[in-house]
């Protein structure tokens, strides 16, 4: 596939106000995907757009809905939604496109642009790449007239409507009731909504991460800070913690003494739980190639199969549609459940783990550790611009000999980033300490081969 000037692997990123998340940017986005989107029918074309809290939000929807409603489309503001929630909106409203206005798991002073098709699914590298092609061209091409300019309006009822969804994802027949949780939003997205859900459901709900400012989002809190959920969990005596990501696309749980269960732990408990209730389709889940050879060996053992695909959750969901899976994800958190969402959904995924914990009848402890994780070591080696250490022979020769040596009891993955200048150089194996080695000897290579 050719390089991309825009897109990277979930759509645009950046540094807020510079390129490429400028203002212009986004206007170009709103141009380029009005041209796509626009259906022949008679009705009037629809964009929805949700977004984070992030400060430069108020910079970047501004330019989406000037590049949108001057090509004729109408625009619905949700204000601050999961992205799930846009997604699910997207193809509840019958909208052309749905986009999402956030940098998930980054700090305040990035942010993004997803987009979602009119089936509520993330866009393929096919049509992104038209949207760059189309980014590129003049500005004024393709201009409405002034009477067939889009109308833009605020959907005061969005939040509401991603609460009940979210209920509806949770067993009729249990109830929260007498379960004291935690519940972290990361000072983002789901800051109103998931502890609405949560105390609905019955539940004690002890919030933190809920105070959004503009500059707080995923700071030191959420799915990629546990350690305050954890303490939170500890310090109130909590049953369960859970700790999304600024975008609520993403989650983190930990047990009643604080130990940490990552997506992989997470996707193991649906996954058993699913199986034995006949739940489970296509015979098996999907995950990346970064989740823990422990979970493939616990899916074997329950005659299950483990598929792997590249990193992303937008390569999770397009192997589970064509092979019929509803259950993939990824060891960040991103777990796709496709029987309730069309992408990754932090809180639904925590809502079915609960479930899980309500009918057996037992602490999250009990359940949090569904397989021994292989030992698995992972180090990201920047390089200097310009250089290309994976073409190095140095590096491919310590590939190959760490595989060699591994010998069919572990894997090597060693992959640039699709975000940054970064070489991620992972193996994992039964011998903690023959995997520390192999990671050190690529580690040096690709040190040298990216100077």
Avoid at 164 to 171: D, G, H, L, M, R
Avoid at 333 to 361: N, P, R
Wanted: glycine letters at 12%; proline letters at 4%.
């Amino acid at each position: 596939m050719a390089k991309r000037s825009y897109f990277g692997t979930d759509g645009i990123r950046g540094q807020a106000n510079s390129h490429p998340m400028t203002a212009e940017v986004a206007l170009r986005v709103g141009l380029a995907a009005a041209k796509l989107f626009r259906t022949e029918d008679d009705r009037r074309h629809l964009v929805v757009i949700g977004k984070d809290t992030r400060l430069s939000g108020y910079m970047i929807e501004p330019a989406l809905v000037a590049g949108f409603t001057s090509m004729g489309m109408d625009v619905r503001l949700f204000g601050p939604l999961p992205t799930p929630g846009v997604a699910m909106m997207t193809r509840s409203l019958r909208a052309d496109l749905g986009v999402m206005i956030s940098a998930s798991h980054n700090a305040f002073s990035d942010n993004g642009i997803k987009l979602f098709g009119p089936d509520g699914y993330k866009l393929s590298d096919a049509r992104e790449a038209e949207i760059e092609r189309h980014m590129d061209e003049g500005l004024a091409e393709g201009l409405v007239g002034p009477t067939e300019l889009g109308r833009v309006e605020r959907v005061d009822t969005s939040q509401a409507r991603y609460v009940e969804i979210a209920k509806a994802t949770f067993p009729k027949t249990l109830s929260l009731n007498g379960l004291r949780i935690v519940i972290d939003c990361a000072n983002g997205a789901a800051y109103k909504v998931a502890p609405a859900v949560l105390y609905e459901l019955g539940a004690e709900i002890i919030k933190i991460g809920v105070d959004p400012n503009g500059f707080n989002i995923n700071d030191q809190c959420g799915s990629t800070h546990p350690a305050t959920m954890s303490a939170k969990v500890k310090e109130l005596r909590a049953d369960i913690g859970i700790a999304l990501d600024g975008d609520a696309d993403r989650v983190t749980i930990c047990d009643e003494h604080g130990t940490v269960v990552d997506g992989d732990q997470i996707m193991a408990i649906v996954a058993g739980a699913w199986a034995r209730e006949q739940k489970l389709s296509g015979g098996g889940i999907v995950a990346t190639v970064m989740s823990n050879l422990g979970l493939e060996r616990f899916m074997a053992d329950r005659g299950l199969t483990l598929e792997r695909t590249g990193v992303g959750d937008r390569y999770v969901m397009e192997r589970m549609r064509s092979g019929g899976f509803n259950l993939g994800g990824e060891q960040s958190g991103h777990v796709i459940l496709s029987d309730f969402s069309t992408t990754g959904d932090g809180l639904i995924a925590a809502l079915q783990v609960l479930a899980v914990m309500v009918q057996s009848d037992q602490p999250m402890s009990a359940l949090a550790r569904q397989f021994e994780p292989v030992p698995q070591l992972l180090e990201n080696v920047r390089f200097a611009k310009g250089a290309e250490p994976l073409k190095s022979d140095k590096v491919q020769d310590a590939i190959k000999t760490a595989e060699a040596r591994l010998n069919g009891s572990g894997r090597v993955l060693v992959r640039p980033s699709g975000t940054e200048p970064l070489i991620r150089v992972m193996a994992e194996g039964d011998d903690e300490a023959l995997v520390a080695q192999l990671v050190g000897e690529i580690v040096g290579a690709v040190k040298t081969a990216g100077a």
